[in-house]
């Protein structure tokens, strides 16, 4: 029987060729302005000729101190637009794939260096900032963030809605708003660092109320004929936190608003989280918001092998497979995935034919790539 990983699926405005999606990971390749790089036209490129079906940009700031470091890529200007559209353009000339894009607010997490700069807290002397938040709660070992008051959180909703429209205008198929990980709109969600007295905290419903006025006014502005999604941490791994009973909360709010899927990630609040790591370990969180909300779901964490994938899409815990550092170990996923499956219904490009171990150019040639 034909594969599911390998079936098309309709998401929002969109059918996708099969059910791989690359997810965002963030690159710390930018410059100081925010733009996108040569990095970014070689990684994103390079994902998107490999047989996957969408492509997501990394988490990408609404606003300069939505930055986690200085080296991450920004939307709040049209010159970093120009810069994602050279992006986009170069991976759907040669590439097969759809191109998204995360917005982002680093929130009380922002104003770091990279990973391999060991995280240390820029200071102001540097470019660095006093990172914003919900609540004026620090994460641990970081500097107490400011409380954004009402008009700030305003002005900041019309940055998401400028990012949005910047991200039509710069050719992006799917925009993903980023809930999760412990970053600005997570911490509106989680109860572990949401301590507000006004109407964006309290119970769930006052702490969900801002995440869905910001997605609420992308959708407004967002065609409809492509897709707009949430990436959420479905459950802060710590008890007290946000859960995945709260996710089936959240997520059946944004399904009537126009929401076209979850991508069900987790964890990030606080280094306090007790997670037990290993192959498809948020899968059923996936499962959980498809079953109990009836919205699509993209599942992720640690999952490396085509036969698992196909496992998950078969067992209806998912209806999209994202993977991060596996597709960059191994940008060439799809192509063995499809092997092994028995599949010849994955982008393939001309250039490249002969890898294919059938090393037969014309047949191949004829097989993947006729209307």
Not at 4 to 22: C, H, K, Y
Not at 114 to 139: D, M, N, T
Not at 194 to 211: F, H, L, S, T, V
Not at 327 to 353: C, D, I
Request: charged share 20%; with cysteine.
């Amino acid at each position: 029987m034909p594969s599911l990983l390998f079936s098309p699926f309709r998401l929002g405005g969109l059918t996708l060729a099969n059910r791989i999606v690359v997810a965002p990971m963030a690159q710390y390749s930018s410059g100081p302005d925010g733009l996108a790089t040569s990095w970014h036209l070689m990684h994103i490129g390079n994902m998107a000729v490999s047989g996957v079906s969408l492509v997501m940009m990394e988490a990408t700031a609404v606003e300069a101190k939505g930055r986690i470091s200085l080296k991450c890529p920004g939307l709040w200007n049209d010159a970093q637009l120009e810069s994602l559209k050279a992006v986009v353009d170069f991976s759907k000339q040669h590439g097969g794939a759809r191109i998204g894009i995360q917005l982002a607010h680093s929130g009380r997490k922002g104003s770091i260096g990279a990973p391999w700069e060991k995280q240390r807290v820029i200071p102001f002397a540097e470019g660095g900032w006093q990172p914003l938040s919900c609540s004026a709660r620090e994460y641990p070992g970081r500097p107490v963030p400011h409380m954004l008051d009402k008009l700030e959180l305003e002005r900041l909703k019309a940055d998401y809605v400028a990012a949005a429209k910047r991200a039509d205008r710069a050719g992006f198929d799917v925009l993903e708003l980023h809930c999760a990980h412990g970053y600005l709109l997570h911490s509106f969600l989680s109860p572990l660092i949401n301590d507000r007295g006004d109407r964006y905290g309290g119970d769930i419903e006052g702490r969900m109320r801002y995440p869905l006025e910001v997605f609420e006014a992308i959708r407004e502005v967002w065609p409809v004929e492509k897709a707009l999604g949430v990436r959420i941490s479905a459950t802060d791994w710590i008890d007290g936190g946000w859960s995945l009973d709260d996710s089936v909360v959240f997520a059946s709010a944004l399904r009537p608003r126009g929401g076209d899927y979850i991508s069900a990630s987790s964890g990030g609040a606080t280094p306090s989280q007790v997670i037990t790591v290993g192959p498809s370990y948020q899968v059923f969180l996936a499962e959980g918001i498809r079953r109990r909300a009836g919205m699509p779901t993209v599942a992720a964490g640690i999952i490396n092998q085509p036969a698992q994938a196909e496992g998950i899409l078969q067992a209806g815990s998912a209806d999209l497979i994202a993977l991060g550092r596996g597709m960059t170990y191994n940008p060439r996923w799809a192509w063995h995935a499809a092997a092994e499956l028995g599949e010849k219904s994955v982008y393939f490009p001309p250039q490249y034919a002969r890898s294919h171990p059938s090393m037969r150019l014309g047949d191949f040639y004829k097989v993947y790539n006729d209307p």
